[in-house]
């Protein structure tokens, strides 16, 4: 932890090739305790770039694998446009840019669908499937105010107590007929009358900058 | 007009000038003048005097770093007259020409002839790239990086104490510029396989560290250590005091030439990872730098800034924060119009315009990507420039992906081929990278392309079930292929628009920065048009028309004082200002 510590916060070490099997573990680590470091696995991806030699295929899936639990981020993206060109055909990382395209396009049942027939690829990276769960519960939310249970189901791949559960979890009503509640269209409301102003907030902020700097000189 | 009649070859070049004999077989006489004209001569002999004086304690003043942005004028001034298809003379030639050999003892004669030699190679880099008849070699590649290398070891380790030495910041800015532009041109030349020859294809073979990004990376680095500027700027966002910033630094921070050093380092940094695909270390770099009003009109070096405010924004594009692209690009172009260019007949001013205006020009065609999505109010300038490039709406909604293809090829910054190309099969790979990183955006993109029209109908209602949104889009999207319907997912049918309307929200919600970091931020929605599901019926939620608050009008007129002022008050033209 110390090794990744200085590698992060010192920019010599981050490229330094020499540091590869390092973060490489890392890497593993990270899959295995569930835990995340972009920085460090981004830092990884790019030595890939600049050292070819040292391109460890199985790493860059598990790094894929990671970016794509810590969906809504970006960080997808950001690996995609470090992993050179004529790597894309792999066929582990192919599959996984297949399963970031059914997750990016909200296309949940597809993935769902795909994952069981590749199960094989997510093996080693623990918590992967409630990542997932997690940013699918997400994007409703910014969505739905309310939708059938059947409807749930198939987006969230759960089913009968195990859905309830969750449906409970997350405080969603589920109603007699069917229908779940996720939230009320006050909060719509008050989501579009944040964004209204979000603009002036900017603009508020660097006019007192300038009026504190202003008095100042 | 004084030869010391030294010959060449026992001129008595000291052992740490020796790489220079290297790329004399370029400078042959069709690239250069025979002979240096008064003029240049008198230019080469106030340049020395002015770096022998600016060096002694005690006319360290502003008056003298003025003389020698004057000379730094002079400079581009000459070699518009005398240079436009020649080379300045070689460092040697100058060196006899002033009489100056290697037995005059003396850091400020080194300096002399560091500064010399880069002015030097920057402008025959420059020359190579128009059309003047003057490629640069192999040689040529091996004697910059020595040049700029040399250069910034002699201002950082060979002395053990920081130099009493100054230089205007649009000189220090150029030069660290220079240093990016020599390896970006380096590695574009190397990746061109085909048009190298056998010899220069076993010379490249042989040589695996020339100009390699480790080494780039590594000199900014240092820069960026030795004048502990990261520490000062945290000091002053800290307590908002320039003293206190300067406090932070250490003996080498202190000073304007290393401080600045160091400042234009952390530029060049974000450029770098930007060139090579790494926007999350890009913006990373950059950590300690705010993008407002207020920060932008401080930078006295109008390409400095526009290139930090670029290479943000592109990275912000890749990283879909579309607010925030929007953000630092309206900030650019209502500075633009603050700074005075073009207006001298000094033709460095010249120059710098077109390349100020060639940037703004790419900020406005990564807008015209941004626009159609979320439609904003810009100011008046903005929306005039982008009045003509709205061409791209169009190839948005009928999805003419080549055109967008080229619109991206002009937008985004040259990308780097970092790997050893392959000397036996001659496979061109310079075109690859811009490729790759078109189609990592493209694959970003292609599901907001029907955001517009979708946005289109939505506008018209307060709620609309999905079967018939479906109906009007299937309309639309009538001419396309059941193949190109899957490939591209149009949602044309219930299951894909529910898909796509996620999909909507999901792309819209991203980080927006909120006065930190600039790759901090919280989660906003970028919609300016809020709607919800409710089972199968899509409701708009309306936006009640609020009264104007005091607040807001209030931010309104104050705006409106600010832009006046920026118009009157021109960034303050002397050259050294902490530049927060």
């Given amino acids: 932890m110390?090794?990744?510590?200085?590698?992060?916060?010192?920019?010599?070490?981050?490229?330094?090739?020499?540091?590869?099997?390092?973060l490489q573990q890392?890497?593993?680590?990270?899959?295995?305790?569930?835990?995340?470091?972009?920085?460090?696995?981004?830092?990884?991806?790019?030595?890939?770039?600049?050292?070819?030699e040292c391109h460890h295929n199985l790493t860059v899936c598990l790094i894929l694998l990671k970016a794509l639990a810590a969906l809504p981020e970006t960080d997808f993206v950001l690996c995609k446009s470090l992993i050179p060109h004529n790597k894309h055909n792999d066929s582990g990382i192919a599959r996984i840019f297949k399963m970031h395209q059914f997750l990016e396009r909200c296309q949940f049942n597809e993935f769902w669908l795909y994952l069981k027939e590749n199960e094989d690829i997510i093996k080693g990276v623990t918590g992967f499937k409630e990542s997932i769960l997690t940013y699918i519960k997400g994007v409703i939310k910014l969505t739905y105010k309310s939708l059938h249970r059947d409807m749930l189901s198939k987006l969230l791949y759960t089913k009968g107590k195990e859905l309830d559960q969750l449906i409970a979890k997350e405080g969603w009503k589920l109603k007699e007929n069917g229908t779940v509640e996720v939230r009320s269209s006050a909060d719509f409301a008050a989501i579009a009358s944040k964004q209204y102003s979000s603009f002036k907030e900017f603009s508020v902020q660097s006019i007192s900058n300038s009026l504190y700097l202003d008095m100042n000189q | 007009m004084t030869y010391s009649g030294v010959n060449r070859s026992t001129s008595g070049l000291t052992a740490e000038d020796n790489y220079y004999g290297e790329g004399q077989e370029a400078y042959q006489s069709e690239l250069r003048q025979s002979s240096i004209s008064p003029e240049v001569s008198e230019f080469l002999y106030n340049l020395l005097e002015q770096i022998l004086f600016t060096t002694q304690e005690e006319v360290q003043d502003k008056q003298r770093k003025g003389e020698l942005s004057r000379l730094y004028d002079n400079y581009f001034y000459l070699s518009d007259k005398y240079y436009q298809l020649y080379r300045w003379p070689t460092v040697e030639e100058v060196s006899r020409h002033l009489n100056i050999d290697s037995e005059i003892e003396g850091w400020q004669i080194s300096i002399f002839r560091r500064l010399y030699s880069e002015l030097f190679i920057r402008h025959s880099l420059e020359l190579s790239e128009s059309k003047a008849p003057a490629?640069?070699?192999?040689?040529?590649?091996?004697?910059?990086?020595?040049?700029y290398l040399g250069l910034f070891n002699l201002l950082l380790n060979e002395c053990k104490e920081p130099l009493n030495f100054d230089l205007p910041s649009q000189w220090i800015w150029d030069i660290i510029n220079g240093f990016l532009k020599h390896h970006e041109s380096f590695l574009i030349w190397r990746s061109q396989v085909k048009k190298r020859s056998l010899k220069e294809r076993q010379l490249l073979r042989d040589s695996d560290n020339l100009w390699t990004v480790e080494l780039v990376l590594n000199a900014l680095n240092t820069l960026i250590k030795f004048s502990n500027i990261n520490e000062q700027l945290e000091a002053y966002h800290k307590t908002k005091d320039p003293e206190a910033a300067k406090e932070a630094g250490n003996k080498y921070g202190r000073q304007p030439l290393y401080r600045n050093l160091g400042y234009f380092s952390l530029f060049a940094l974000l450029k770098l990872h930007t060139q090579l695909g790494d926007f999350h270390e890009g913006l990373l770099s950059v950590k300690n730098i705010r993008i407002t009003h207020q920060t932008l009109t401080r930078m006295t070096i109008p390409l400095s800034a526009i290139n930090l405010v670029y290479n943000m924004g592109f990275c912000y594009f890749m990283m879909r924060r579309y607010l925030d692209v929007i953000r630092v690009f309206s900030e650019i172009t209502q500075l633009t119009q603050s700074w005075s260019l073009g207006q001298g007949s000094i033709s460095g001013e010249q120059i710098m315009k077109i390349q100020v205006e060639l940037i703004v020009n790419k900020c406005n065609k990564i807008l015209a990507f941004i626009t159609p999505l979320i439609p904003q109010n810009f100011d008046d300038k903005t929306t005039k420039s982008l009045s003509r490039i709205t061409t791209l709406n169009e190839a948005i909604s009928t999805f003419r992906l080549e055109e967008l293809r080229d619109y991206f090829y002009q937008c985004c910054p040259q990308f780097l081929p970092t790997t050893t190309p392959d000397y036996d099969n001659l496979v061109d790979q310079s075109e690859s990278c811009v490729?790759?990183?078109?189609?990592?955006?493209?694959?970003?993109?292609?599901?907001?392309?029907?955001?517009?029209?979708?946005?289109?109908?939505?506008?018209?209602?307060?709620?609309?079930?999905?079967?018939?949104?479906?109906?009007?889009?299937?309309?639309?999207?009538?001419?396309?292929?059941?193949?190109?319907?899957?490939?591209?997912?149009?949602?044309?049918?219930?299951?894909?628009?529910?898909s796509f309307l996620m999909c909507y929200k999901h792309k819209m919600y991203s980080p927006v920065w909120m006065g930190d970091s600039p790759l901090e931020g919280m989660h906003r929605s970028a919609n300016d048009l809020e709607?919800?599901?409710?089972g199968d019926m899509i409701h708009i939620v309306e936006r009640k028309k609020r009264d104007q608050t005091y607040e807001e009008s209030f931010v309104d007129e104050i705006l409106k004082l600010r832009d006046l002022r920026s118009q009157i008050i021109k960034p303050n033209q002397s050259f050294h200002q902490a530049q927060y």
């Avoid at chain 2, 490629?135 to 040049?147: E, G, K, L, N, Q």
């Fill in chain 2, 135 to 147: 490629p640069f070699s192999y040689s040529d590649y091996c004697d910059s990086m020595d040049i």
């Fill in chain 2, 531 to 534: 709607f919800y599901l409710d």
């Fill in chain 1, 2 to 22: 110390e090794e990744i510590k200085d590698i992060l916060s010192n920019s010599k070490e981050k490229s330094n090739p020499g540091k590869s099997e390092v």
């Fill in chain 2, 435 to 498: 490729e790759h990183q078109w189609e990592v955006f493209l694959s970003d993109y292609i599901p907001q392309m029907f955001i517009p029209r979708v946005r289109g109908y939505l506008k018209f209602y307060a709620s609309l079930p999905l079967s018939k949104l479906a109906e009007f889009l299937a309309s639309e999207y009538a001419e396309f292929s059941q193949e190109q319907v899957e490939k591209y997912m149009i949602p044309n049918d219930i299951e894909r628009l529910r």
């Fill in chain 1, 26 to 52: 890392f890497v593993l680590t990270q899959s295995k305790e569930n835990t995340y470091c972009k920085e460090a696995n981004i830092i990884l991806l790019k030595m890939y770039t600049l050292f070819p």
